[in-house]
C-alpha cells in the first residue's frame, strides 16, 4: 500500500508555528529511544540554530496537512540525528526519506545509533548510509556511527574504476 506524503525541510517561521505540535509528535513516537541530548537540542531550536550550515528539521506530511514523520539533524548529525515516524506509516520509507532529506543538500549526514535498535539501523542502511564505525553511545549502548555516501549502494563503472585504479 503506497502512501502519498510531502516532504519539506522547515524555515524558522514555520518550525516556530509548528513546534509545539511536532515536539509532541517526536515524544510521542520517539518510542523512548531518542536521548536527552537530542530531545534538548531539539527543544532549543530556533531561528539562530537554524540557520547554522549542517542543522535542519526535515518533516512528512500526509495529504491532510498531519505530520507522519520528523527528522532533525545539528551540525550535519554530528551533534544530533533523529528521526520519528509514526507507527502506522514505519517499514514503508517515511524516515528513510527523511534522512535524504536532510543529508542530500549538504551532501553529508552523520548518524549515531545504538545496534538493539534495529529499525533504526535497518533505517540508515535503507537510506545511502554506510556503518563507519563502533563506538559507546551516550547510554553506554554499543552504537553505530553511519555517514552518508551518495552513492553508497552502487559499485563503480568500469570507468570509475578504472581511473580510481581498482
Not at 12 to 21: A, G, N, S
Amino acid at each position: 500500500m503506497s502512501v502519498n506524503l510531502q516532504y519539506r525541510r522547515l524555515d524558522p517561521v514555520e518550525w516556530d508555528k509548528q513546534r509545539f505540535l511536532l515536539l509532541r509528535f517526536v515524544r510521542r513516537h520517539g518510542e523512548r529511544r531518542i536521548t536527552g541530548h537530542a530531545w534538548q537540542q531539539l527543544l532549543l531550536a530556533g531561528e539562530a540554530e537554524l540557520a547554522s550550515p549542517g542543522t535542519a528539521i526535515a518533516v512528512a506530511y500526509t495529504q491532510g496537512g498531519c505530520p507522519a514523520g520528523v527528522a532533525f539533524a545539528e551540525k550535519f548529525g554530528e551533534s544530533v540525528c533523529l528521526v520519528a515516524v509514526h507507527p502506522a506509516l514505519r517499514g514503508r520509507g517515511v524516515g528513510r526519506q527523511l534522512l535524504s532529506e536532510l543529508a542530500e543538500p549538504w551532501e553529508r549526514l552523520t548518524c549515531n545509533v545504538a545496534i538493539d535498535n534495529a529499525a533504526s539501523v535497518a533505517m540508515c542502511f535503507a537510506a545511502g548510509l554506510v556503518a563507519v564505525g563502533l563506538e559507546t553511545g551516550p547510554t553506554g549502548k554499543p552504537t553505530l556511527r553511519f555517514v552518508w555516501k551518495r552513492d553508497a549502494g552502487t559499485a563503480p563503472s568500469a570507468d570509475q574504476a578504472e581511473a580510481t585504479g581498482r
